[in-house]
């Protein structure tokens, strides 16, 4: 076990490289030059070309990209922000909590919405029950999220007056935006428990239990849930990563700072450190993220456990 | 068993009400607006010293010289004071702030400022000529705001209150440039240049109190601020990037005061609590043709598509009418500009007339309208105009860094957007001669006779004279319809109507020492 957490972490490494180099070219490839988005239209050309040239921007790509690789590895300095000339480090760690916040509420309450309802769907497959919950979560998965949030914007802060409109650091303020990010991503956990979970039911092995006389609850909960589950974690386990990488609508319509404005905002001002920073720091997080529910499959399915067990190779 | 099954749906759902309910209730009072907001919407605004401000980006930097954006700007000029105050407008004259009397030179080769000897920095320290020596040098260096101090080439401090600022050359629009120059303290920026930027201590009506990254500026009156301590004791500049949660926001209360759009408008009419504001600007939206390309190097093509817009139609249907109608690149509040000058009004006849004399047989394929992606709107109600008047173009709209590129490197036939020339109206030389080529000049105009006006404005020290100069070349600009300039949007704030603003100053660099609350 600890030999495939070991091994699956040195993976980490060329996948981080392969990352930045993406990144770093995407982003040298674009059109504009961080002096003159800047500076605008009406600056002289060697006032841009001096601020290019206090950038390093002057320099070849290749040269640009091994500084940069060099001073992450070597210093574990992210650079500093064109735009402010401030560490990286600080812009991320100033909207990273936010986004973290966001996601674990969104997301739990979301697991817990998305998979107990499908469970009860499947389980009420065909009455009307079922039906409701189906046709409510197509709904759900189905409006766009600045919509959604403007609604419950309009309805909480302006009609009833009880929540902020806008802003962070307060949870009063995280409710609005967690419910916007929630229910799209609680639908979409609602279909695939419902649909994993009716293919469970279908399986042999659960006829063979209700055979031997078990309990409807322990055939759900003990066999089907567990083989179930196997998608739906996966599912969540990559959600998790990818809403780590910011709710841009969420974080837009409600003026939140996380790392989705971040993010956005630093590519249009090709703010290469900033860009670059923000997304070795989510490819890092989103990698463990990853194999955190590698190693959860282990708990839920014994077979899985086997195999790492056995340092990845098949037994012959 | 079914029972069992409901109680869980109900489990749930009363599990994720209580969650809200129960985070919601520990947080009370410390609403997301921060600083007393809420429960004092709309005009009852009895006893209330605070104000939130809403701007649509954060600030990266409160750099007293390298700083680029209009929010930074606006936020600096609360922290900082400058050495006199002038509205852009040209009509004003200069008011007194840390200096309280100037002299310029016989051969306008020196500028000599006396300061008022109790101003102090947030700090305590008395602000001596040494700061604005120090000032100034930074500005000097600056590849950010230098462009304020074009022409100056050295700062004598003979006292602790004079300062006297040496030109290369005679240059008028030196005194609004030096005008706009926030005066930092020497001492603070020797002790932590990393303070000097993350703590800023200027000697202005506020002084800065924290920062959240991408969401929030605060400030606070100073109580030593030299013309008394302003009215409104707390300021919070909150980000909020979307224009319908601003509305929403103004509406709750949530903030006091807003920049916004004029789509926005129609969301707040109706609302007493709010009041909508429209404040003249020198910016200016226009159709810019590549002057080196075919047909747009014949002066008798440009007046014909000068001729072709309707700036009425383009008002209407992009700005909900929000700018006032203009074909003339100065402004009519502007220093230099004349009823006089030629106008462009919408006259279709005209411009067939004039196509007509210039060889053109329509339909004609005029080629490209190059746009970024926020002034597709106006490219399309162009594009409707030019083909009244049988000239055919195609729309291509860029991101807009590539559309930028493009634009600056003269590989487009014609375009249209909204440019700021702010400052003196020397500044307009960005848009007419030959070194601005590449930068600003997007006609891409080059002209011996307009080269030499614009010098000689630039060192012509009488106001007439100066008047007479810039009068010679808006004349020339319209006749040869450099460009087909259509309107100078206005600047749009919301406020609460329990806020008394007093005057706002042309170019919308607002003062909040002004505001008080009714």
């Known amino acids: 076990m600890y030999k495939y957490v070991a091994k699956r972490l040195l993976y980490m490494i060329p996948v981080l490289l392969g990352v930045a180099f993406l990144v770093f070219t995407i982003l040298s490839l674009t059109p504009g030059d961080p002096g003159s988005i800047i500076l605008g239209i009406t600056a002289k050309p060697e006032d841009i070309a001096a601020l290019n040239a206090e950038f390093g921007y002057d320099k070849p790509f290749f040269i640009r990209f091994f500084n940069y690789i060099g001073d992450v590895v070597l210093h574990f300095d992210l650079g500093n922000s064109y735009q402010s000339r401030q560490p990286v480090i600080h812009d991320i760690m100033a909207r990273f909590p936010n986004t973290f916040l966001l996601t674990l509420i969104s997301m739990s309450a979301a697991s817990v919405i998305g998979i107990s309802l499908g469970i009860l769907s499947a389980v009420r497959q065909y009455t009307a029950l079922d039906q409701t919950l189906v046709v409510v979560a197509l709904i759900f998965a189905s409006i766009p999220g600045f919509w959604l949030g403007l609604m419950l914007m309009l309805l909480f802060s302006m009609k009833l007056g009880i929540l902020p409109s806008y802003g962070a650091g307060s949870l009063k303020a995280l409710i609005l935006p967690s419910i916007t990010v929630c229910m799209t991503s609680a639908a979409g956990l609602l279909r695939l428990t419902r649909s994993a979970m009716l293919e469970t039911v279908r399986q042999e092995y659960i006829r063979t239990a209700r055979a031997k006389g078990a309990s409807q609850k322990r055939i759900i909960w003990k066999h089907a849930l567990r083989n179930a589950l196997l998608p739906v974690v996966t599912t969540l386990g990559t959600s998790f990563g990818a809403s780590l990488g910011g709710a841009i609508i969420a974080e837009t319509v409600f003026a939140m700072p996380g790392m989705g404005t ?6 249009r001002q090709k703010d290469i450190p900033v860009v670059m920073g923000a997304t070795l720091f989510l490819a890092v997080l989103f990698s463990l993220i990853i194999l ?3 190693v959860l499959y282990a708990f839920i399915d014994p077979r899985i456990k086997a195999k790492y067990q056995n340092g990845g190779k098949r037994r012959e | 068993m079914k029972k069992k099954t409901v109680m869980l749906l109900a489990a749930v759902l009363a599990a994720a009400l209580v969650g809200c309910g129960g985070s919601g209730g520990q947080s009370q009072g410390q609403s997301g607006g921060g600083s007393g907001t809420g429960e004092d919407a709309g005009a009852d605004s009895a006893g209330k010293d605070s104000i939130t401000i809403a701007t649509d980006v954060d600030v990266d930097t409160l750099h007293p010289s390298d700083f680029s954006t209009t929010v930074e700007h606006t936020i600096l000029s609360q922290i900082y004071d400058p050495l006199m105050f002038m509205n852009p407008d040209g009509a004003h004259d200069p008011e007194p702030r840390i200096a309280e009397d100037y002299e310029i030179s016989e051969d306008g080769m020196d500028y000599t400022f006396k300061l008022r000897d109790d101003v102090t920095f947030h700090d305590g320290m008395a602000l001596t000529s040494a700061d604005v020596k120090f000032s100034l040098e930074l500005y000097m260096a600056s590849e950010y705001q230098g462009a304020q101090v074009i022409g100056l080439e050295s700062v004598e401090t003979p006292d602790d209150t004079t300062v006297i600022c040496h030109l290369d050359a005679p240059y008028s629009p030196f005194l ?4 706009q120059v926030s005066i930092a303290s020497k001492a603070y920026y020797e002790k932590s240049e990393d303070d000097f930027v993350n703590q800023p201590v200027g000697s202005g009506p506020y002084k800065y109190v924290g920062r959240e990254k991408g969401s929030k500026v605060t400030l606070e009156a ?13 300021v919070t500049f909150e980000v909020i990037p979307d224009q319908s949660t601003t509305a929403v926001a103004l509406k709750t209360g949530e903030i006091d005061f807003a920049t916004i759009e004029s789509s926005t408008i129609a969301q707040l009419s109706g609302d007493d609590a709010i009041q909508v504001e429209e404040v003249g600007n020198s910016g200016f939206t226009y159709v810019s043709m590549n002057t080196e390309k075919a047909p747009f190097d014949d002066v008798k093509v440009r007046q014909a598509i000068n001729y072709a817009v309707n700036r009425e139609n383009v008002v209407a249907v992009c700005y909900d009418d929000e700018a006032e109608v203009n074909s003339n690149i100065c402004s009519k509040d502007r220093f230099g500009y004349s009823e006089d000058q030629p106008q462009y009004t919408y006259d279709p006849e005209q411009a067939k007339k004039l196509l007509k004399e210039a060889g053109i047989t329509t339909p004609y394929d005029l080629g490209t309208i190059l746009v970024a992606e926020k ?21 291509d709209v860029k991101e807009f860094n590539a559309y930028i590129d493009d634009l600056t490197s003269g590989n487009y036939d014609i375009t ?5 020339l702010d400052g003196d109206s020397q500044q307009l030389e960005m848009a007419f001669t030959t070194d601005y080529i590449g930068t600003a000049n997007n006609a891409r105009y080059s002209d011996e006779e307009m080269d030499s006006l614009f010098s000689q404005a630039r060192t012509e020290a009488d106001t007439d004279a100066r008047a007479e100069i810039f009068d010679q070349i808006l004349t020339k600009a319209q006749d040869e319809a450099i460009y087909a300039v259509l309107c100078n949007p206005l600047t749009l704030y919301a406020h609460n109507s329990g806020l008394d603003c007093q005057e706002f100053p042309y170019e919308g660099i607002y003062s909040i020492y002004n505001f008080s609350w009714k």
């Open chain 2, 416 to 420: 249209a957007l909204e440019m700021t």
């Open chain 2, 222 to 234: 100073y109580d030593g601020y030299y013309r008394g301590e302003a009215a409104i004791k707390n």
């Open chain 2, 176 to 179: 609004l440039g030096v005008c």
């Open chain 1, 292 to 294: 955190i529910v590698d």
């Open chain 1, 262 to 267: 971040l993010i956005t905002t630093a590519i």
């Open chain 2, 375 to 395: 002034y597709s709107n106006i490219a399309t109600v162009i594009q409707n105009d030019l083909k009244a008047v049988g000239l055919d173009v195609t729309i």
